[in-house]
Nanobody, 125 residues
């Protein structure tokens, strides 16, 4: 089992920045990929970014490319999401996810085996 705990959400004005962190515990050595998704009420959970735990492969949704940066700290079993130039449409609950078997499609929620509880990000206009 892997436990994931997100932190760093909050309220920020448009154009501002936030940094989310996700700490993995338990059998963290079994993780292949970690990802960030977001969800607003009434909509499906949406892919934001993903990073491989060892190889350095990184993927972004087009909507955040150039503004968000995903990174990992293997020593601390942590993945971070630096969010710059935030927009009101970035408002959502952000979830951290981990995969333990390799991904066929990093954008799909069903590819991930473990999920955090989510952290709210609110961007005011």
């Amino acid at each position: 089992q892997v436990q994931l705990v997100e932190s760093g959400g909050g309220l920020v004005q448009a154009g501002g920045s936030l940094r989310l962190s996700c700490a993995a515990s338990g059998r963290a050595f079994s993780i292949y990929y970690m990802g960030w998704f977001r969800q607003v009420p009434g909509k499906d959970r949406e892919f934001v970014a993903a990073i491989s735990w060892r190889g350095g492969s990184i993927y972004y949704a087009d909507s955040v490319k150039g503004r968000f940066t995903i990174s990992r700290d293997n020593a601390k079993n942590t993945v971070n999401l630096q969010m710059n130039s935030l927009k009101p449409e970035d408002t959502a609950v952000y979830f951290c996810a981990a995969d333990r078997k390799g991904l066929s499609d990093y954008r799909k929620t069903y590819e991930y085996d473990y999920w955090g509880q989510g952290t709210q990000v609110t961007v005011s206009s």
